[in-house]
Each structure stands twice: as C-alpha cells, then as structure tokens.
C-alpha cells in the first residue's frame, strides 16, 4: 500500500485488508498462518502504534478480568529495514502473507517494496490534495516494473473517504485520464466510505471489515479472471 503522499489512508487500508486476510487464512487453514504487516513510515509509523495501543489496552483488560491477553492476529515490525526487498522475499519463501505500509515520502522503500510485490494499491481519497501525487506514485512504480523478481505487479486503485456519487465520479473521470505503462489505471469498483467508525479503530480489531473484504474479493476475482484468460490464450 503506497502512495507519495502522506494521510491518503495507507495505515487503514494496510491493516484492514490484513486482518481480511488472516481471518481467511485463520478459516481456510483452519489454523492461524501467519500474516506479516511491515511499517515502512519513516515518520509517523502508526501501523506499529495499531499494534502497540492494543496490547496495553488488552493488558490492562486482561488484569482487571484475570483473563489471558488476546493475541493480536498480526505480526508486525517497522522500520528501519537494512533491506527490504531481501526481507520481503525471505518472508514470502517462510510462507508469510506480506503487507507493507510505505510511507509517502520514502521512493526508496516504495521501489524496494515493489520489486518484491504481488500488487500494488494505491489508496486515494477523492479530492484534489490526493489525486495530484496519483501520477507521481505510479510513474515512480514505473522505472522499477521491469526489476521486478517475478515479472511484474498488478495495480489498482482504491477510493476511500468517499462521502458521495459525485465525489466517486468526478474522480474516476480524471482517474481514467492516467496510464500507468501505457495501459489506463484500474481503478476498483469497491469503494470505502468516510466513516467515523474507521478513524476510532487505532488500536482495535475491527469489529466490521465489510467494505474492505469487498475491496480484497474484487482483487481476488478480477486477479482470477486475468489468469483464466491467459490461461486461454496459451
């Protein structure tokens, strides 16, 4: 998750699209298999602040309760990272799902981060302060696409703080305007909306994950479809 800006809502689209995928990994293993969420914000890491307000939130409960702590579905590190791409890669080979959190004004984890990528998504809010780094993001992922270890990325683009039809289309009009190598951005068709809910859940596990399993099923099907149809052409 990346965009070369910061406050698009990279942190929130990271962490629940994680805990997305370690309840279905956690349902389809019938066995936690691990997810691994790495802070890659130089500044601010709040992803690994998610992490570390819930574990004294949970241990506080848990004394007053004499109960054992919750474990945290999430295994997260931040930064710094000697190597990333080298560590991604490490993690994938150990059978790791890898999240990275990649702050807006590192291009040096954003490239590292992407040579070892399956996807990249690009978080936008809809508004004219985030659409103006849209072209720069993807125009840096770019100049490292033909370095990529496995041959190339997919890349999408999700809206989020949405808070209406016409915010939603007005953007897509200027969103089907940019490329990305020659080919127009995909833009997914799920959307987040601007709920208070999501700006209270620092720290939490969140108790509804509806938009963003819409979010990671849309990834999966429209990946899904891609191998099917290539699949028919060989």
């Known amino acids: 998750m990346a965009c070369l800006k910061g406050g698009s809502t990279k942190t929130t689209t990271t962490n629940f699209l994680a805990f997305v995928r370690a309840i279905r990994r956690k349902r389809l293993s019938g066995k936690g298999l691990p997810v691994k969420v790495l802070d890659g914000d130089t500044v601010s890491q709040t992803t690994y602040r998610w992490l570390k307000k819930f574990r004294d939130a949970e241990a506080r409960r848990a004394e007053a309760r004499q109960e054992e702590p919750r474990v945290y579905p999430l295994d997260v ?8 791409d080298e560590y991604i890669a490490e993690l994938r080979a150990d059978g790791y799902d890898v999240f990275a ?31 103006d780094r849209v072209d720069p993001t993807f125009s840096e992922a770019a100049t490292v696409y033909d370095e990529h270890a496995r041959g190339g990325f997919e890349t999408y683009v999700l809206l989020s703080r949405v808070i209406s039809e016409k915010q939603s289309r007005e953007c ?10 020659g080919e127009p951005l995909v833009v997914l068709e799920a ?10 859940q620092l720290g939490k596990i969140p108790p509804n994950l509806d938009e963003y399993t819409s979010v990671w099923d849309e990834i999966m099907r429209r990946e899904a479809q891609k191998r099917a149809a290539l699949k028919a052409v060989v």
Do not use: W
């Not at 590190?77 to 990333?84: N, T």
């Not at 399956?118 to 985030?130: G, T, Y």
């Not at 897509?172 to 190598?181: I, N, P, S, V, Y």
């Open 77 to 84: 590190e931040r930064y710094p990272f000697e190597d990333l």
């Open 101 to 131: 959190d990649i702050g807006g004004g590192n291009v040096q984890l954003f490239h590292k981060a992407l040579r070892q990528a399956d996807r990249l998504i690009v978080p936008l809010s809809p508004s004219e302060f985030d659409f």
């Open 172 to 181: 897509r009009e200027e969103l089907g305007k940019l490329k990305f190598r």
């Open 191 to 200: 959307e987040v909306e601007q709920l208070i809910e999501y700006t209270r």
